[in-house]
């Protein structure tokens, strides 16, 4: 049965020119039906189905307002209905302690970044199993190291990134209500988020997410 997902993409630092090529290499098969938008709140405005909501940014395009909470439940309510929904990089950056989508959908939230580009070391956690982790031995990558923090009481930690500054969070997994939620930190370039190794790491959360 065809899958509808929603990519919440392109901004000043991560534009749909970076991101687009890299989306079609997930969504290679004719199992899709791939909606790109730069507005999370296309999402929460659609009347069709949505299996899966993936966010390469906030959602929130210059000349409109922050995502409010109240929209952040809405949204939160449509995944424990069953939608998917999958955090990657920037989609982790404006999410504050106290907000739904750290506090009830435990997103993560983006704490800061290295200030350059440097080699980032993603390894999955030893001794650790899951479906997102089929198939994934790790990958060093030229990025932009994102700092986040995570409730490690309430989700599933997958993978761990290290540059030469410390070691992080990089890829965690959970269930809310009747959905899915994953969050990963590597992306910002071409090389980290079009390596084979992230692409099937987001193959299989997208798969995980909508029970392919």
């Known amino acids: ?37 730069n507005r999370l709140r296309d999402v929460l405005e659609t009347e069709q189905q949505v299996d899966l909501t993936m966010l390469f940014t906030v959602g929130r395009p210059d000349g409109e307002a922050d995502i409010t909470h109240e929209e952040q439940n809405r949204f939160i309510a449509k995944v424990k209905d069953g939608m998917g929904a999958m955090f990657v990089h920037a989609g982790l950056v404006l999410i504050e302690e106290d907000s739904p989508f750290y506090v009830e959908l435990n997103s993560g939230r983006f704490l800061g970044h290295s200030h350059d580009h440097v080699p980032v070391e993603n390894v999955t ?46 890829a965690w997994a959970h269930s809310v209500g009747s959905g899915k939620v994953v969050g990963m930190t590597p992306g ?22 909508t029970g392919l």
């Open 125 to 170: 956690i030893r001794n650790v199993s899951h479906p997102v982790l089929e198939g994934i031995t790790g990958f060093t990558a030229m990025d932009e190291h994102y700092y986040c923090s995570v409730d490690v009481s309430r989700t599933d930690m997958l993978m761990l990134s290290t540059s030469e500054v410390v070691t992080a969070a990089c």
């Open 188 to 209: 910002h370039t071409t090389e980290a988020l079009g390596h084979p190794q992230m692409i099937r790491l987001m193959q299989n959360a997208a798969n995980w997410t």
């Open 1 to 37: 049965m065809l899958k509808t997902v929603y990519v919440v993409r392109d901004d000043f630092y991560h534009p749909k020119e970076v991101i687009d090529p890299e989306i079609a290499k997930v969504f290679n098969s004719n199992e899709w039906n791939v909606v790109l938008t």
